[in-house]
């Protein structure tokens, strides 16, 4: 009986020293390409954004076998480890059994060898992790969630599970989207005329989360320093190349922490995030760099080499009241900041990450720890080249009395946040995080421009396929 040969991923072969054994893969075929005697085909199984070559001498299999392989078929080979004679490979497989999995009419098949657009490989969603570029990016962003998880563990901070369904929109982060369980055709309605949530699943009015923030600062006022890692809502109307209805954030809270050390977490994070890439991902990123942003490489080398300038919200506003040009929205102290003005401080006029800090406090949220002046607090907001805001982030108000008062002023729920508004009466502690969006960062190290091509299945408004 024939010994089973134990299947090979194609990275392994790549990086084997040729051997002469038989060998067995599986994978999908890219190119198919015929020459007097010989079929050669490139393999591709995922394990690598590179692709195996398979030689098969035509006359050692049956002429209808070899027809049936195209490209996006996927087929089993096995065969010698061979040193490769063309160029461009060093081993390649000289093939003695193939066997189809599924065939794939190279007529009707979406992926054909010439460059896609990225608007049509997002209606085909199901298929562009098929694609060199597609396949680096889902490799790059596996690689880049495990080194969160890595940078998190290696400091001694616990991950946190903060629920996706809640109560409230205490963070007033945007709008939400509701979960509920009521026949929509014939809502309940209290005397009032209101929605009566009293039947429904929960029996109480539930959304899905805009952030695990409030839930992650409880977590930390007892284990010290924690993160969250999950999927966050937003039912903005946002249609722009940074905005995504349902994107991944990652908030880290810690105890002890004032806006300082926060900073500093939060530029070391990033950095050695970078680095992790840059250092485990150097196929994928080479490719990237060559065939969707030139420069790529010499942007995340950038970063790394360069402190983030820190200046607080009022020297910005300064720096843009001094900028020689128009603005699309008006630039005055007490207005938020627009992509237009984040990314000219950015790319233009301090040439490197920047982190902002100490905002007026009417254009953040009510936990943000109010600084003496009266005006600002202790917010913090990360922006990068070409893609604006990247992280935002504040110390925390621990002050019961100041939180208290300003939820009154806000005219927040405050029934809601009994349960927050305790870990300021008991044991109290300063703290701070922040929150990173997860595809944000993937943008700016895949260089990819537009969010939906750096998450598998975007959810954005009027879209919702696969
Ligand atoms: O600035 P945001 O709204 O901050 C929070 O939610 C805080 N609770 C974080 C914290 O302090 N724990 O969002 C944080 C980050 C933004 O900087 C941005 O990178 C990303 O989340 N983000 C989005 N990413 C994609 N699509 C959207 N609609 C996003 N909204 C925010
Ligand atoms: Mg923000």
């Known amino acids: 009986m024939k010994k089973e040969i134990r299947r090979s991923k194609v990275k392994e072969l790549l990086n084997s020293e040729v051997t002469g054994k038989d060998v067995l893969v599986k994978g999908w075929v890219r190119t198919k390409r015929e020459s007097r005697n010989v079929v050669f085909i490139a393999l591709n199984d995922g394990s690598t954004i590179n692709n195996i070559q398979i030689v098969a001498e035509t006359s050692e299999f049956p002429e209808n076998l070899l027809r049936d392989i195209s490209t996006g078929g996927c087929i089993a080979v096995t065969g010698k480890l061979v040193e490769s004679q063309g160029k461009g490979q060093k081993v390649e497989i ?13 007529e009707s098949y979406p992926l ?8 049509f490989l997002r209606e085909i969603a199901h298929l562009r992790f098929r694609t060199n570029t597609f396949g680096a990016v889902f490799r790059i962003r596996h690689t880049l969630a495990y080194a969160i998880h890595k940078y998190f ?18 963070e007033g982060a945007g709008e939400m ?15 009032k005329g209101e929605v009566d949530f009293s ?9 899905l989360t805009v952030s695990g923030q409030l839930e992650g600062e409880l977590g930390a006022l007892a284990l010290g320093e924690i993160y969250t890692f999950g999927p966050t809502f937003r039912a903005e109307n946002s249609n722009t190349p940074r905005h995504l209805a349902e994107f991944w954030m990652i908030e880290p809270e810690m105890a002890f922490y004032d806006i300082k050390d926060n900073m500093d977490l939060a530029e070391d994070f990033v950095k050695y995030l970078i680095r992790y890439i840059l250092e485990n991902c150097s ?30 919200y009022t020297e910005a506003i300064e720096a843009l009241l001094s900028a020689e ?16 003005h984040e990314r000219y401080l950015v790319e233009q006029y301090y040439k490197c990450p920047v982190i902002i800090t100490d905002y007026p406090k009417e254009i953040k949220a009510f936990y943000m720890k109010q ?29 019961y009395e100041k939180l208290l008062a300003r939820i009154r002023e806000l005219k927040l729920p405050e029934k809601d946040l009994w349960w927050y508004l305790e870990t300021r009466k008991f044991g109290t502690a300063p703290h701070s995080g922040f929150g990173l969006g997860f595809e944000r960062l993937m943008l700016f190290i895949t260089g990819m421009s537009n969010i939906r091509d750096v998450i598998p299945f975007p959810r954005t408004p009027k879209n919702a396929e696969f």
Request: proline fraction near 4%.
């Open 112 to 119: 054909q060898k010439k460059g896609h657009s990225m608007e």
């Open 94 to 106: 000289s093939a003695s059994a193939i066997e189809i999995y599924g065939k794939s009419d190279p």
């Open 325 to 340: 040009r128009k603005w699309e929205f008006p630039v005055e102290w007490g207005r938020d900041l627009q992509a237009e």
């Open 199 to 207: 039947n429904d699943f929960f029996g109480t009015e539930t959304n």
């Open 371 to 399: 600084n003496d002046d009266g005006k600002t607090v202790k917010a913090m907001d990360v922006l990068f080249p070409g893609i604006g805001e990247i992280i935002g982030g504040s110390q925390r108000e621990e002050d």
């Open 177 to 191: 989207f509701h979960v509920t369980t009521l026949d929509l055709k014939n809502i309940p309605l209290d005397e």
């Open 283 to 312: 196929d994928d990123l080479a490719f990237l760099n060559s065939n969707i942003y030139k420069g790529l490489i010499d942007r995340l080398n950038f970063v790394l080499e360069n402190e983030f300038r820190r200046i607080t």
């Open 153 to 170: 563990n290696d400091k001694g901070f616990y991950y946190l599970h903060t629920p996706i369904i809640t109560g409230s929109d205490c």
